[in-house]
């Protein structure tokens, strides 16, 4: 992803890493190098405080439009959850 948007964490690179175990054979690992946000989850802010509903519709609306601007430009999120989600 090229473009950045401020309510997307910046994809840096996709690929896969080769390297040979014990057994000399050829072993695979994909990766996502990814930017690092610093900040509590959305999970965590939940489980340690009483958060108000305006406020977690705030959130929700935030990840609604990084969505929307990742699906604009053909990127699909397949693992959305809470605990990926910070709080800034």
């Known amino acids: 992803m090229e ?3 401020p309510k997307i964490a910046h994809i840096y690179e996709i690929g896969v890493a080769e ?4 057994a000399s054979e050829k072993d695979s690992v ?7 946000v610093d900040g509590r989850t959305l999970r965590k802010e939940i489980d340690q405080e009483r958060v108000p509903l305006s ?4 959130y929700l609306n935030q990840v ?3 969505l929307a601007k990742a699906h604009a430009a ?3 999120h397949r ?3 809470h ?5 800034l």
């Open 79 to 81: 693992d959305l959850k």
């Open 19 to 22: 390297n040979y175990n014990q």
């Open 74 to 76: 053909g990127i699909i």
């Open 64 to 66: 609604a439009e990084g």
């Open 55 to 58: 406020k977690l519709l705030k």
């Open 30 to 36: 994909h990766f996502i190098a990814m930017e690092f």
């Open 3 to 5: 473009a950045k948007f």
């Open 83 to 87: 605990s990926r989600r910070a709080t």
